[in-house]
T-cell receptor, first 118, second 112 residues
Framework: GAVVSQHPSWVICKSGTSVKIECRSL??????MFWYRQFPKQSLMLMAT?????????EQGVEKDKFLINHASLTLSTLTVTSAHPEDSSFYIC??????????????FGPGTRLTVL | QQQVKQSPQSLIVQKGGISIINCAYE??????FPWYQQFPGKGPALLIA?????SEKKEGRFTISFNKSAKQFSLHIMDSQPGDSATYFC???????????FGTGTRLTIIP
């Protein structure tokens, strides 16, 4: 149980285009999801916290107009990278907060999405 | 300000040996200390986690040692195997704070 999927697993796009990444909790409802960014050989950096039915909370330094997050249902959150540029190329990982009855701090991570902007 | 410091950055251990990775934190409010394992091109997966009410937790070959007074915790991998070769991240958080703060990561390589 507690499986999180991401789609697509990798994407290549041209500079200036927008890319949407989906994060789904497959077997549980996730009121809170998180989006991370990871550069090669670096740690995970939290970009934003996504709560179902409300606006996402962005970390300091993350452009909310560039990284649009929507959490329209209890099983789906999306991250849209708008007007992507080569410096947005990175590994994007989502996670979902553990459902009720499990550790309150535990997060289940998706497999990640590799974005390459040409 | 780095909330959690992880060391070493990289580690090479012979097969069958013990791998030890350390993390130190400053904020005494932290009360959940997980370790994550990440393989290249994959998302991190929870390996083992501990709360400050115990000093040690063991799950199979993986053990967390926790020193509350020193504000340090470590991951021990016993009988290390080539399949353990991965990057390991410690993390910290506290009750009421749903965010995880990750350490800088340790790239572990197990050699035959």
């Amino acid at each position: 149980g507690a499986v999180v999927s991401q789609h697509p697993s990798w994407v290549i796009c041209k500079s200036g285009t927008s890319v949407k990444i989906e994060c789904r909790s497959l077997d549980f409802q996730a009121t809170t999801m998180f989006w991370y960014r990871q550069f090669p050989k670096q740690s995970l950096m939290l970009m934003a916290t996504s709560n179902e039915g409300s606006k996402a909370t962005y970390e300091q330094g993350v452009e909310k107009d560039k990284f649009l997050i929507n959490h329209a249902s209890l099983t789906l959150s999306t991250l849209t990278v708008t007007s992507a540029h080569p410096e947005d190329s990175s590994f994007y990982i989502c996670s979902a907060r553990a459902p009720a009855g499990m550790s309150y701090n535990e997060q289940f991570f998706g497999p990640g999405t590799r974005l390459t902007v040409l | 300000q780095q909330q959690v410091k992880q060391s070493p950055q990289s580690l090479i251990v012979q097969k069958g040996g013990i791998s030890i990775i350390n993390c130190a934190y400053e904020n005494t409010a932290f009360d959940y200390f997980p370790w994550y394992q990440q393989f290249p091109g994959k998302g991190p997966a929870l390996l083992i986690a501990i709360r400050p009410d115990v000093s040690e937790k063991k799950e199979g070959r993986f053990t967390i040692s926790f020193n509350k007074s020193a504000k340090q915790f470590s991951l021990h991998i016993m009988d290390s195997q080539p399949g353990d070769s991965a990057t390991y991240f410690c993390a910290v958080t506290s009750f009421g704070n749903e965010k995880l703060t990750f350490g800088t990561g340790t790239r572990l390589t197990i050699i035959p």
